[in-house]
């Protein structure tokens, strides 16, 4: 009985192995994070942070708390996308996403030149 017991348990979790892996596989996201920062890396709150979709030109934006942080989730891993911040008249510079860069988590801090 104590034999059928254990051999049940294992079986439990064998199936349970097998399907977070099945799960992690069909993860298709990943997330954008990173900070906005003015001159001598002051960051930049209120600034404004657009990702656009290359495939789509679909766009979402997030606004800069107060230590300039931003954060998108949900980021399809097969798409390319644009991102960059504009606070007041100035834009950073345009950074890539890339389809092919295999991470989950990618952190890109964008640089605005500002009189702040």
């Given at each position: 009985?104590?034999?059928?017991?254990?051999?049940?348990?294992?079986?439990?979790?064998?199936?349970?192995?097998v399907?977070?892996?099945?799960?992690?596989?069909?993860?298709?996201?990943?997330?954008?994070?990173?900070?906005?920062?003015?001159?001598?890396?002051?960051?930049?709150?209120?600034?404004?942070?657009?990702?656009?979709?290359?495939?789509?030109?679909?766009?979402?934006?997030?606004?800069?708390?107060?230590?300039?942080?931003?954060?998108f989730?949900?980021?399809?891993?097969?798409?390319?996308?644009?991102?960059?911040a504009?606070?007041?008249?100035?834009?950073?510079?345009?950074?890539?996403?890339?389809?092919?860069?295999?991470?989950?988590?990618?952190?890109?801090?964008?640089?605005?030149?500002?009189?702040?």
């Open positions: 009985m104590r034999k059928l017991k254990c051999r049940s348990q294992l079986a439990v979790l064998f199936f349970l192995l399907a977070s892996s099945a799960f992690a596989q069909k993860v298709k996201f990943k997330t954008l994070d990173g900070k906005v920062l003015g001159n001598g890396s002051v960051p930049l709150e209120s600034a404004i942070v657009y990702l656009q979709d290359s495939k789509s030109t679909d766009m979402r934006t997030f606004i800069a708390t107060a230590d300039g942080s931003y954060r989730g949900q980021i399809s891993l097969d798409v390319d996308y644009q991102v960059w504009k606070y007041k008249d100035a834009k950073s510079p345009t950074k890539t996403i890339s389809s092919f860069d295999s991470r989950k988590q990618v952190t890109i801090d964008l640089h605005i030149k500002t009189d702040k």
